[in-house]
């Protein structure tokens, strides 16, 4: 938890293939592990009893895993077949990367607001702002070019 009320961090960027979303990773998994002890923080042994806030931590947990698959897998792939012949799977998966951070965020701003309030909440939304920083890309300009391989190949492109 020290983390979360802690100042920002100075670490060095790396600057290789997919290294922004393999820090959007990063961030998910403690976005993930705060929320889940925080919760536990709040509600003890009855944090069963709220399913509100569990399926909200669920949801980030299953992006977090998709996200995390999806930057491997093309990392992967780069790995042994190149960068250049995996620019497809890279424009996919920077736009699924923004996509998933979005919808962490959301539901991590959720789960806070149902475990804190006033000045803690604001310093947690902080926190949850520095954990899921990233830069804006054109997410639009990705989805095309995706659509024009699909439909350039007739069938699902990504395979």
């Given at each position: 938890m020290d983390e979360l009320t802690a100042g920002p961090s100075s670490v060095e960027a790396d600057d290789g293939f997919l290294a922004a979303e393999a820090r959007m990773v990063q961030g998910a998994?403690?976005?993930?592990?705060?929320s889940l002890?925080?919760?536990t923080q709040k509600f003890g042994d009855t944090l069963t009893d709220q399913q509100e806030v569990l399926g909200l931590f669920a949801d980030i947990a299953m992006e977090t895993y998709a996200l995390e698959g999806a930057v491997i897998r093309t990392q992967k792939r780069a790995a042994r077949h190149g960068?250049?012949?995996t620019r497809l799977q890279e424009a996919a998966t920077r736009c699924f990367a923004?996509?998933?951070?979005?919808?962490?965020e959301v539901s991590a701003r959720r789960l806070l607001a149902a475990v804190e309030e006033g000045d803690m909440l604001r310093t947690y939304l902080?926190?949850?702002r520095r954990f899921?920083?990233?830069e804006a890309i054109n997410t639009v300009a990705l989805r095309r070019v995706v659509a024009e391989a699909a439909i350039e190949k007739?069938?699902?492109p990504l395979g």
């Open positions: 998994k403690k976005v993930a592990l705060a002890g925080l919760a960068e250049e012949k923004q996509d998933a951070m979005d919808r962490i902080a926190a949850l899921t920083k990233r007739g069938a699902y």
